[in-house]
């Protein structure tokens, strides 16, 4: 096994190429209420985004990877890894899988994944990931990954209808299993 793969799926850099399913991603407004987007980004943006990606992640301190069904060599989802901070040795890190591919354990794998390249490879002490308290499916994902749910944040996103809690999960390194 590689470090950036398992028998199922594959990690790998954005490549000019994605650009079209990049856009689709990032610009799904669906998605937008779990992140910080609040705005559409162009194809311009997006292609200045992919070809500064190759830089590298302690100076940028994000990286995001393509995950990769290795069986077809279908792009399904994209991992963000981001809020780098090493002086802290801890990162965020958030996941989206494509709504045609969900539900087939691979943001477990994903998650799997990108723990051993992280606290294994990276030698990072911690990842933590904050979901919105009415996402049952992430939750229950993260604590099957061996995420612990440590604190609430109260109000921390705006809603259509308010505001809504948001929890905290985190995996230290000594508490990871690989």
């Given at each position: 096994?590689?470090?950036?793969?398992?028998?199922?799926?594959?990690?790998?850099?954005?490549?000019?190429?994605?650009?079209?399913?990049?856009?689709?991603?990032?610009?799904?407004?669906?998605?937008?209420?779990?992140?910080?987007?609040?705005?559409?980004?162009?194809?311009?943006?997006?292609?200045?985004?992919?070809?500064?990606?190759?830089?590298?992640?302690?100076?940028?301190k994000e990286l995001k990877?393509?995950?990769?069904?290795?069986?077809?060599?279908?792009?399904?989802?994209?991992?963000?890894?981001?809020?780098?901070?090493?002086?802290?040795?801890?990162?965020?890190?958030?996941?989206?899988?494509?709504?045609?591919?969900?539900?087939?354990?691979?943001?477990?794998?994903?998650?799997?994944?990108?723990?051993?390249?992280?606290?294994?490879?990276?030698?990072?002490?911690?990842?933590?990931?904050?979901?919105?308290?009415?996402?049952?499916?992430?939750?229950?994902?993260?604590?099957?990954?061996?995420?612990?749910?440590?604190?609430?944040?109260?109000?921390?996103?705006?809603?259509?209808?308010?505001?809504?809690?948001?929890?905290?999960?985190?995996?230290?390194?000594?508490?990871?299993?690989?």
């Amino acid at each position: 096994m590689k470090l950036l793969d398992n028998e199922i799926l594959k990690l790998r850099a954005l490549e000019p190429e994605d650009i079209d399913m990049f856009s689709l991603w990032e610009n799904d407004s669906a998605y937008w209420k779990q992140g910080q987007t609040i705005a559409p980004y162009s194809r311009y943006a997006l292609k200045q985004y992919i070809a500064a990606a190759q830089s590298d992640i302690y100076e940028t301190k994000e990286l995001k990877l393509v995950i990769v069904r290795i069986c077809d060599n279908q792009a399904i989802g994209i991992v963000d890894i981001f809020n780098i901070d090493h002086y802290h040795s801890r990162l965020e890190f958030g996941i989206l899988i494509d709504p045609k591919y969900k539900r087939k354990g691979y943001a477990i794998q994903t998650i799997e994944i990108v723990s051993r390249y992280v606290l294994d490879f990276l030698h990072i002490h911690q990842m933590y990931c904050r979901v919105s308290e009415n996402n049952e499916a992430s939750c229950l994902m993260l604590e099957k990954s061996g995420f612990v749910r440590t604190c609430v944040l109260k109000d921390w996103l705006r809603t259509e209808s308010g505001f809504e809690n948001v929890v905290m999960y985190q995996l230290i390194a000594h508490n990871y299993v690989d």
